[in-house]
Nanobody, 123 residues
């Protein structure tokens, strides 16, 4: 059974930094895309950043130049370094991963999501 567990959220003042981590565990064959989404109260969930196994990255415009996504493929872990945080970055941040597993001899690809970690940025 595959699980994603996030850590690193918390309370920080505007202009500060936080680093989120997400570790995938279980019977994993491979992980294609790992990334972060966020959802602020009253808002829809939005993509923050993704990184493929090959290293391609994608960021939402509002975090470009401030956030950096990285991966440790050997450890099935993805990180989100968040600098110059703003109050509008306040949200629950969810780790997401597209993971391949082998079930009954068949390769199955699913999207998995963690339970989320709260990031609060105060002004």
């Amino acid at each position: 059974q595959v699980q994603l567990v996030e850590s690193g959220g918390g309370l920080v003042q505007a202009g500060g930094s936080l680093r989120l981590s997400c570790a995938a565990s279980g019977s994993i064959f491979s992980i294609n895309v790992m990334g972060w989404y966020r959802q602020a109260p009253g808002n829809e969930r939005e993509l923050v950043a993704t990184k493929t196994e090959g290293g391609s990255t994608n960021y939402v415009d509002s975090v470009k130049g401030r956030f950096t996504i990285s991966r440790d493929n050997a450890e099935n872990t993805v990180y989100l370094q968040m600098n110059s945080l703003k109050p509008e970055d306040t949200a629950v941040y969810y780790c997401n991963a597209q993971i391949s597993t082998v079930e009954g001899g068949i390769m199955v690809v699913r999207d998995y999501r963690g339970k989320g970690t709260l990031v609060t940025v105060c002004s």
